[in-house]
């Protein structure tokens, strides 16, 4: 038998297969969220499963977490983003006592304890200038490809000013840019910094304890997590799979739960 | 949807409350047919003091006006498109808003033409009130209009100068609404006015320690409707005989255990006014076995406290009946007592915020705090990342949210109960 956890985020739906009575991880699973929140969950539960080789009558116990939660009909109980963030991170680094997660459309941060248990939260204000859809319509105003800011941003000397608040405005600021003939590479680290202060400002309410770590889409950008680590002036963990960190919180706390 | 612990049923003064209310803002409305007289000010305005002008005068107070118009969501937006049509900005104190919007499309919320004030009788504590209460005399054409100015410091501070300030400005407010209304003021009617708000602001505290117990007898979403009371008629014997039924009900709720929230299992309480408009989110928090048993705003706008010997805070002493003789005692009484409310301690200070909350939470068998952003009330708002500084520090589960009290463009009902959800997950209610 195994447990599943499961994050229905804005841009993808991830699941996280475990072996029952024991933090294994046996399987992952990924799918992008289209119109159709359901079919993306179903499909990377499916994927987990087929890769775990289980049905899905040797599933126990299924957690949810994300945005969309909702899309997980089948799901015995749910957590919240911070909850699951805090539980994940702290399985894959002991140490960790603050979890900053970077998505598609929210920044938000959770301070938790030694056991991994969340004790303190934040999320971003509404817009999401400060998340990574905000990086993808940067990205198209750059004529770059999303996975490309990263290495470029790393390539810059300088970090132009970069006032925006706002995906709008900071689209006029980086068409203003281009005509000064700023390179590209300047402008993504400039984007890169303006996302890491905006996020940093939002960790700082919350109140800092080291170590942190870095989950969530964006931790996936090399030259997102350079400014975030030059914006906190400290080191940060960043997992191999960030994206999954959500799902595998889910699923650690459905162990827990199955065994009662 | 979470277990139910505890037996409950429903508040059975609850239609008198109901009547009582609808009865205050017709009796405005009809104050002209029936002969009387009527002004308009600030809850917060010493409104014992125009009582004096006969038992005919009937008033309406800004703040919780603005509040029924904030629950009407429609009426609401068309409020705010007409202030911001006028040229005010949509980031100024909300209630205002739906009070000049009224005016401006001479509409009452409670039905007919907008009843328009003899005087308007107010103070200013924030800085919106004496701007406010301007602007709505321009508005009407010119309604005369008398604003004292509160501004004395903490209660712990206060010293005859400060005192005299205050009863300096009520006395010189007498003179002016002879004048203004050709009336003589009679200060047997201002005594029986000043023992009446000490009273009635005395029983709404000893109400709210009621609430100390566990279960809590009443629930924040259900005191909102109860202590309204206060910000409307606290110097009227009606208000004071309303809270002595409700004081004695909430007694026997008590003795019996009878439950406002059934689930109840975690205690929170909030900060300042809530978003009107979306008062649901109390029902989604009981839903998770959680009961709000109050907040700083409901118990210390209209309740006065003192501190009893074993240091704990219980309802304030009022003076005892037929021992305030003259005009210039019964000032100073009301000064007195005015100035001891605890919603005007932390306009000095958010420190004075975040011990009072501490106290509540100790006090009330709390578990976590809630504060509200309020984007519309800057006055009550100012200080609160620093209460929540305070909090964390003292090892109080708190969180913060935004919103508006009377602008629903301003709060995200979902976003803000995806946050409840992880705070109480924090609590252990999830």
Redesign the interface.
Known sequence: MAVAGIDVGAKYAKAVILKDGQPEILSKGIAPCGFDLKEAVEAAFQQALSEAKLSRDEIKYVVATGASLEAVPFANDSVSMQGADARGAHFLFPSVRTVIDIGAEMGRAARCDATGKMVDFVINERCAAGAGAFLEAMARALEVKLEEMGPLSLEADKSPPMNAQCTIFAESEVVTLIHEGESKKNIIRALHDAIAERNISMVRRLGIEKDVALVGGLAKNAGFVDAMKRGLEMDILVPEEPLFVGALGAALIAAEKSAG | MAEVRWKSEPLKCWNQAKALRLKYYEDYAKAHERGGIRWAGSAWAFSAVPEGLGTDVWSLTGEPYGASVAWNKDFAAQCHEAAQAKGYARDLCAYMRNYWGSILLNKYVFGGEWPKPDFQWTSHTCCSHAKWYQVASELEGGVPTFSIDGSIGPYDELDENRLNYLVDQMQEGIEWMEKVTGRKYNDELLIQAVHNECNATSLWAEICTLNKAVPAPLDEKTMYSLYVFGTLMKHRKECVDFYRVLRDEVQERVEKQIAAVATERFRVITDTQPPWAFLSIFRYMESKGTVSVGSLYTFGLIGIWEVKPDGTWGPRTPPKEGSIKTREQALRTIADWTASRPEWQHFYSPERKTEMLKRIVKEWKVDGVMLHYNRGCEGLTVGI?ENKLGL?KAGI?V?SF?GNMGDEREF?PE?TK??I???L??LGA?
């Open positions: 990342a964390k589960p969180m935004e995200d976003r995806t946050e959800d992880t705070f997950e924090i999830r």
